[in-house]
């Protein structure tokens, strides 16, 4: 296929990497000039605006964008006088899923579709194959399966209902994953406060052997014990949130769910702000790990 590409931040720029190397034609728009030359020099057609870039691609066109929530509707307000009937957007970032269903009821008023595409795995899945959820109309996803096919790792990739619905399963996803690490951080807070001088990085190699545990969060926990020490000294001792757990909180009491497990791993995140201790360090070791996201080391 050929597509626009605007975002070339940690996972857009894997992203396109991974597009270019199963063949697609992939012109790119980005504010970082640096990254947009690098990812030229791998294939990337580069374009010095949005209104190049959908002067570059033949009708009917398909861009991707690949911006932090707060600025897709900009981005939208910028590319959408230069959208005609049949284009399609996809956004495949964590966008709020009510205001994914917005703005594909706005485009779609105007004839142009709209895909909302979860996107799981980290820059790592960016580049290697990440897991994706995709909502908005079948027929169009249907047209541009292809895409996500090669994007994803195998088996990766599900049509998950109408608009917003790709957007909501990933924010959900995000929920668990909050619960998740918390309860492997306070485990492994609890093993290496015991008596017994445990070797943390050798047991999470060994959690992820066959155990009822044995997953990627454990194999990410252990490369982080491995990187820096059992005593995590480097590393912040406040974990960080992003977001989509709040996100989840709120869906979950609009439809009358309890979560307690992702109240409770939201509140402690809050509060390892202004009190930072071990458990959190784990969290924002394994937010580093897979996400790329930013790891505050001691003053």
């Excluded at 981005?75 to 205001?99: A, R, W």
């Excluded at 066959?210 to 990410?220: A, D, F, K, N, P």
């Excluded at 709120?250 to 009190?275: H, M, T, W, Y």
Aim: some cysteine.
């Amino acid at each position: 296929m050929k597509l626009g590409y605007i975002g070339l931040g940690k996972m857009g720029f894997n992203m396109v990497e991974r597009l270019l190397e199963k063949n697609h034609q992939v012109v790119v728009f980005d504010r970082n000039n640096d990254a947009v030359s690098a990812i030229a020099a791998k294939g990337a057609v580069p374009a010095g605006s949005l209104a190049v870039m959908a002067q570059g691609l033949q009708a009917p066109r398909l861009f991707w964008i690949m911006v932090p929530y707060a600025a897709v509707d900009d981005v939208l307000q910028e590319l959408t006088p230069f959208l005609k009937k049949g284009d399609t957007v996809i956004d495949g970032g964590n966008s709020p899923y009510k205001q994914t269903m917005r703005r594909a009821e706005e485009l779609q008023g105007r004839g142009i579709e709209f895909l909302d595409a979860g996107i799981s795995g980290g820059p790592g899945g960016a580049r290697n194959g990440s897991c994706i959820m995709v909502g908005g109309k079948e027929a169009v996803y249907r047209t541009h399966e292809a895409l996500f096919r090669d994007l994803a790792v195998e088996n990766g990739h599900l049509y998950t209902g109408p608009s917003g619905s790709g957007h909501f399963t990933k924010m959900v996803h995000n929920g668990i994953e909050y619960g998740m690490m918390q309860a492997l951080a306070e485990g492994f807070t609890v093993l290496r406060t015991s008596p017994f001088g445990l070797d943390m990085a050798a047991l999470a190699d060994l959690y992820d052997h066959g155990s009822v545990i044995e997953s990627r969060l454990v194999g990410w926990l252990r490369e982080g014990y491995e990187q820096f020490g059992p005593d995590l000294k480097e590393v912040s001792g406040s974990a960080a949130q992003s977001g989509e757990a709040m996100w989840t909180i709120e869906a979950a009491r609009e439809l009358g769910v309890p979560v307690p497990v992702i109240q409770a791993s939201l509140d402690f995140r809050l509060a390892s702000a202004k009190n930072p201790n071990y458990t959190a360090k784990i969290i924002s070791v394994l937010r580093h790990q897979f996400g790329g996201h930013e790891m505050k080391k001691r003053s």
